[in-house]
């Protein structure tokens, strides 16, 4: 597999998306090597409590501990290989039991009992034996919260692979007065019939939401501005939908900046802070907080979109979160979340939870315009009709500083061209 020869810096090759290969190989150099998300610390809140997530093809459990921490297990018994946990969360008590041959660990993962411990007498299980112990992930540290594994002892530290996108949560805790949030425990789960890296090329994407979005966006403005012309007090959630279908000229005003990584920001286009009582009581809970210079400095970052590549989507002005979990080279799983700030008005949660659904939630007219796209680009790409995948739009006209990548022109393709850049190095080293 001849990878330097697939990607070129302003183009792919079409079997990126396609080969079940190089899925494989992905997993390997990738997701089973780089930080992944695996929760946030309010989903397992007390000891024994438990949260399923997949890790590359890895099974694992998020596992709240008795003294506090949070540790990250291989969801196999070392017995016979069977899963402890079938359910995708809950509480297993003080031990992980097996429902096979009912061994059990602490909540460590360590063995706390053998039963019939006679017959593996002068055999190499033994309790002494590491591997009679559930499976650790090498790595586990959190972020603001934000819980993440990786499955092998080397490479960068949690902070080091964030970078500069460390500010998606940093963005969405200062929105808090007590700078934390908590997980809302409804996930709305989409399985999307394309390969992953659709979905991580459209979310910074300037150029396409006045055409896909177009019939929302048109329909919400309509309404919009007839509101407005009878007096009416016009709600968020239309400027929401209708922010969508704003002109190629502003789109095109709005930068995006690419980090070492694959990483990346879209810079805000949306207007989100009205100057109406509900805005006016969440600014002065966090004045009171944080004293006015730091609240403006939280409420003033020019942030609409943050990704973590290859598989994070953050909208912290938002609290929406979406993470990817690839299944094969034309299925995704995607997992779409959203938080409240603790201590902060209801209404504010009331506005993340509105875009929630109206833009992020699988019964939106806007992400079912994304997954028909993508499943038909999966089709395409799967067909003899061409060999490449264009990225050379303003290709050569971006500005370069330190390793980032700052687009002159909002649609600028330098957001597919900076994931692939992170995706050979990946792929290659």
């Known amino acids: 597999m001849d990878l330097a020869r697939l990607v070129e810096p302003d183009r792919v090759h079409r079997s990126v998306y ?32 438990y949260y399923a997530v997949t890790i590359g093809r890895q099974p694992m459990l998020m596992v709240r501990q008795p003294d506090g921490g949070i540790q990250v297990l291989y969801n196999r018994c070392p017995h016979r290989g069977v899963q402890i946990i079938g359910n995708r969360q809950g509480n297993t008590g003080s031990a992980l039991v097996c429902s096979y041959h009912a061994w059990s660990f602490h909540l460590d993962g360590s063995v706390r009992a053998i039963p019939l411990a006679q017959g593996y007498e002068n055999t190499r299980l033994t309790r002494d034996n590491p591997d009679c112990a559930m499976k650790r992930a090498a790595r586990v540290d959190s972020y603001r919260g934000f819980v993440f594994a990786s499955l092998v ?151 609409h979109h943050v990704l973590v590549y290859p598989y994070l989507s953050v909208q912290s002005p938002l609290q929406q979160l979406r993470c990817l979990r690839p299944i094969a080279p034309d299925k995704t799983l995607s997992e779409i979340w959203h938080f409240r700030l603790k201590g902060a008005p209801e209404a504010i949660y009331r506005r993340s939870l509105w875009y929630y ?61 900076n994931q692939f850049r992170a995706w050979s190095q990946y792929m290659t080293s």
């Open 18 to 49: 396609t080969d079940q290969a190089i899925f494989d190989a992905e997993m390997e150099k990738i997701f089973e090597r780089i930080w992944i998300y695996c929760g946030h610390e309010s989903q397992v809140k007390a000891p024994g409590d």
């Open 153 to 303: 002892p080397d490479g960068p530290t949690l902070r080091e692979f964030l970078g500069e996108a460390r500010v998606a949560f940093d963005d969405m805790c200062d929105r808090s007065p007590v700078g934390e949030v908590e997980v809302v425990p409804i996930c709305h789960r989409v399985i999307q019939h394309s390969n992953w890296k659709f979905f991580m090329e459209n979310q910074l994407d300037a150029l396409h939401p006045s055409v896909t979005h177009q019939s929302t966006g048109i329909a919400a403005g309509r309404v919009e501005r007839r509101l407005k012309s009878d007096g009416e007090n016009v709600p968020l959630y239309y400027h929401y939908l209708s922010a969508f279908a704003s002109s190629f000229e502003q789109w095109d005003k709005v930068q995006t900046i690419n980090f070492p990584h694959g990483h990346g920001i879209l810079k805000a286009y949306m207007g989100l802070r009205p100057n109406d009582p509900d805005t006016r009581e969440h600014e002065a809970l966090l004045e009171q907080a944080y004293g006015k210079e730091k609240m403006e400095e939280y409420l003033s970052r020019s942030i």
């Open 357 to 417: 659904n109206l833009v992020n939630s699988p019964a939106t007219m806007i992400n079912a315009d994304d997954l028909e796209n993508w499943t038909k680009g999966q089709r395409g790409l799967e067909s003899k009709g061409g060999e490449w995948v264009s990225f050379h739009r303003w290709y050569g006209d971006d500005r370069e500083d330190n390793g980032v990548t700052y687009s002159n022109h909002g649609t600028s393709e330098a957001v597919m061209r």
